[in-house]
């Protein structure tokens, strides 16, 4: 049988025919009409044209493309999966909607900037978090462990930790990785005579971008206000409170002027700054601040959460507390607490609402200090029976989402209901996927959440809304329990990377098997990375930055 002859381009006689049937008609549209023609393909062919010239590149990385694509896959689901919770019946097609309902749900950072907003990659940073991929770096912060344990918060790309031993430091994570400026703890730069921190919180409402408002609580029931300059890249001390003989500050929360404490007694404490104002050097003063309100419990058990917030609606602003309640035959239970004032620091009440049964009673918190086993569960005969949820390990509450982890390798979400005539805290939802004791839990904006186990190898992000990502519809998993698993890589190592080596910091999990290193209490995250404070198994700590970028 004789083989088929080609031509002088290598075609076949078949391929030839077609080759010269279908003329490239594309090529000679004019760039407007190959953009709107783009604006109907699907993302796979629209990634494919990068590959086909330089000019099909250019139009294909054409910002407005990858700003309508955002849009469909991360906006909009969200905007239908809200519309059909608040309304089951409404048949009314999303894009009827008036534009100010589906304003971009909580995208106003990225809507401000733009045209300068890079659609593109913030389009890549959210495929990342939900595919779960991302490198990872690793910040040597402390050679041993201190007492009490380092406090580390996130915020604007900085990491911000504080202990007894190193004080006060903001650490630079996304880009040169290094520590940006220090301050002791204690009155003078004598790091010896420094405080024990017990407590530590940032301005939730910055009113100025530049500075950065900070609180640490200390052992003695004290209390320091600090603002980082960021231009400067300097810490000032503004404010000592005096010590207070109701025990150590356990929990801090700051925005807006108001800063809300608890301590070890119990003593729910809510705080008012006068006005800001310069010094004479020009950085901000900070007067003695008034108490307004001071509420005690014998209910409340640890874990805990503080948290101050504004109605953008009313000119309202809500102090909240988050806390633990042991019940008969339900385990565990959770309870919130709001204290509703004016701008202007009148209080205008407050309220309580728990997620308990009812039928159940809470155990009454012991004189002493430790707290005891959770009792065994004893069937209520006006209720019917429930399993019992363990001890929590951690709480997390950012208004409407109140998230607790447990040891049982599970987590519990209540949704909280706050109006102008009551206060509601939902019922629980037990959240699946971990493989071992979840140790940590951390709630941020857009109804995202971040879980970390105890020994810090494995990270769960969980979308709170219930919308389900690509994978999770292919798996066929419910909404309540959509979570994906981080898999992290290694860095790449280059120039940058080893130039800072020269300061300190290393890649982390050479060998994350054999690493035993352990979560210690805390998990950040803000738009691109998630931050967890590690101890390794000689003592030392460090940040793990994981970048989603």
């Known amino acids: 049988m004789s083989k088929r002859s080609c031509d ?92 100010r309902i589906l304003k971009w749900l909580d995208e106003a950072d990225l809507l401000t900037r733009d045209p300068k907003t890079d659609w593109k990659k913030q389009y890549k940073i959210r495929h990342n978090w939900a595919e779960g991929s991302a490198t990872y770096t690793d910040i040597p912060v402390a050679s041993h462990p201190p007492i009490p344990p380092l406090l580390a918060r996130l915020q604007g790309g900085i990491v911000y930790t504080v202990d007894s031993s190193e004080g ?79 025990g150590m500050i356990t929990a801090l929360a700051y925005a807006a002027c108001y800063l809300l404490s608890i301590d070890e007694s119990q003593t729910l404490s809510l705080y008012r700054f006068p006005p800001g104002r310069k010094s004479s050097h020009g950085a901000p003063k900070v007067e003695a601040p008034l108490m307004l309100s001071s509420l005690a419990s014998r209910t409340a058990w640890p874990p805990m959460s503080l948290s101050i917030r504004t109605m953008p609606s009313k000119p309202m602003l809500f102090a909240s507390i988050a806390y633990s309640i042991p019940t008969y035959v339900s385990g565990w239970s959770t309870a919130v607490q709001e204290i509703r004032l004016s701008l202007d620091g009148e209080i205008v009440d407050s309220r309580l609402a728990s997620a308990e049964n009812e039928g159940f009673a ?151 098997k054999a690493d035993s290193s352990i979560t210690r209490g805390w998990v950040g995250f803000d738009n691109e990375n998630v931050v967890v404070l590690k101890e390794r198994d000689r003592g030392s700590q460090s940040l793990v930055v994981y970048d989603f970028t």
């Not at 959770?374 to 001890?391: D, G, M, N």
Request: proline content about 7%.
């Open 168 to 246: 006060l430091r903001a650490w630079l994570y996304k880009d040169n990785q290094k520590l940006m400026s220090r301050i002791a703890l204690s009155g003078s730069n004598s790091i010896s005579s420094a405080r024990k921190p017990t407590a530590f919180t940032l301005d939730a409402e910055p009113a100025d971008n530049a500075q950065q408002f900070l609180s640490v609580g200390f052992e003695d029931g004290s209390f320091d206000i600090y603002t980082y300059d960021k231009a400067k890249a300097t810490f000032t001390r503004l404010h000592s409170h005096p010590a207070s003989s109701r």
């Open 362 to 512: 809470p155990v009454k918190k012991p004189s002493h200090a430790h707290l005891p086993h959770t009792p065994h569960p004893v069937p209520s005969t006006t209720s019917a029976w429930t399993e019992p949820i363990s001890r929590p390990t951690s709480l997390s509450y950012s208004h409407p989402y109140l998230l607790v982890s447990h040891s049982d390798n599970t987590l519990t979400l209540y949704l909280v209901t706050s109006t102008e005539q009551h206060l509601s805290v939902g019922p629980a939802k037990r959240l699946w996927g971990h493989t071992s004791s979840v140790f940590n839990a951390h709630v941020g904006g857009k109804g995202k959440a971040v879980s970390v186990s105890t020994r810090g190898d494995e990270i769960r992000v969980w979308e709170l809304e219930g919308t389900t990502s690509t994978r999770g519809r292919r798996l066929g998993k419910s909404e309540d329990s959509e979570s994906i698993q981080v898999t992290p890589k290694r860095k790449p190592q280059d120039e940058r990377t080893n130039t800072l080596n020269r300061t300190g910091l290393r890649t982390a999990f050479d060998n994350a």
């Open 8 to 99: 002088e381009a290598g075609l076949l006689p078949s391929q030839a025919k077609r080759a010269k049937a279908i003329p490239d008609r594309l090529s000679s549209l004019s760039d407007e009409l190959l953009l709107r023609i783009l604006h109907h393909v699907p993302l796979q062919t629209l990634t494919a044209c990068h590959r086909i010239s330089r000019r099909f590149e250019t139009i294909a990385g054409d910002s407005q493309l990858w700003r309508a694509a955002y849009y469909d896959r991360f906006v909009r689901p969200r905007a239908l999966g809200l519309k059909w919770r608040k309304s089951r019946s409404a048949q009314r097609p999303i894009q009827d909607q008036p534009q």
